[in-house]
DNA sequence: ACGATTATTGCGTTCTT
DNA sequence: AAGAAAACAATAATCGT
């Protein structure tokens, strides 16, 4: 797949095949095969047939309407009459858009929780979240999927279950952007009851991952509490105080761990787990 | 009151020992 | 493999319109 004239790289554009070293034009095509509008959602498979597709509306954008133009005069008593198709045909729309809604909203719930492998209280608060969301007009303009991934990482922050946000993101539908947007949008105007994460939630879970014995996790513990208390992670990601206490307390254990695989574990950067290990040491 | 811009600080990368 | 430092990005605060 070089070029024909010098042999150089080809680089294939839009509609034609241009050498990069020489400029010839190997091949031309004049029919452009890309979709007619730019792409928002990266994986979507966007042809060139059909309506646009739209995320933020229950039904995608694909509801009927009635439509004023005719075509052709109509009696007053035929005009009459399409007035009150309009009207009705649009309130059991509208009724039936929040139960659709909601449908949908329950089902991507269950099946976050589902692959989350969450206990179904969660699935059951997150629902009734979601409803809450609903019923306050937290919705409009905003997308459902992210709502339900967004109402599954709040009940797990009230419940004290430890998930961060990336590992929901990683199994929804929904963008990072679009489930801190939901997410906003919850706690401001719901007011849910969230403190700051704690590191000490992280620990069980890391722990058992990293197959250390219990001793190790207790005394990760103890430094998680002394760091908290010191001040010293105020603002820090707790993931990574978590995984960094881990790691302190098992290499004093003797145990033969990495920086590496503690950071893996909460998905920080060794850096980061290695400068909060110093940080406990100085606040000793 | 809102929006933009700046400043601070944690985070990840790269280089070094 | 662990530590150090310059560059980066996100968030918070301040300023200007």
Not at 230 to 249: D, E
Request: charged share 30%.
């Amino acid at each position: 797949m070089g070029c024909g004239e010098c042999g150089g790289r080809v680089r294939k554009a839009e509609t034609e095949a241009v050498c990069e070293d020489c400029g010839l034009v190997l091949s031309e095509d004049a029919i452009e095969r890309g979709p007619e509008w730019r792409s928002l959602d990266e994986d979507a498979d966007r042809r060139r047939t059909g309506a646009p597709l739209t995320a933020s509306r229950h039904d995608r954008g694909l509801s009927t309407e009635i439509g004023f133009g005719t075509g052709s005069e109509v009696s007053g008593k035929r005009q009459r009459q399409l007035v009150r198709m309009r009207r009705q045909h649009n309130r059991a729309r509208l009724e039936s858009k929040a139960e659709r809604n909601k449908l949908y909203a329950h089902t991507e719930i269950r099946r976050l929780v589902s692959v989350m492998s969450l206990p179904t209280s969660v699935r059951d608060q997150s629902c009734s979240l979601f409803s809450s969301a609903q019923s306050e007009d937290l919705l409009c303009g905003r997308s459902l999927e992210g709502f339900a991934a967004a109402a599954v990482y709040a009940t797990c922050r009230t419940q004290s279950i430890a998930r961060t946000m990336d590992e929901v993101v990683d199994v929804a539908r929904a963008s990072k952007e679009e489930l801190k947007t939901a997410y906003d949008a919850l706690n401001r105007d719901l007011g849910l009851p969230v403190g700051p994460i704690s590191p000490t939630e992280y620990l069980p879970r890391y722990a058992s991952d990293l197959g250390v014995a219990a001793e190790v996790e207790s005394r990760a513990r103890e430094y998680a509490v002394v760091l908290v208390e010191s001040g010293r992670v105020a603002g820090k990601n707790p993931s990574g105080v978590a995984a960094a206490c881990l790691y302190k307390a098992a290499d004093e254990a003797g145990v033969p761990i990495k920086q590496r695989d503690a950071a893996d574990l909460a998905a920080v950067s060794r850096m980061t787990v290695s400068s909060t290990v110093r940080d406990i040491e100085t606040v000793e």
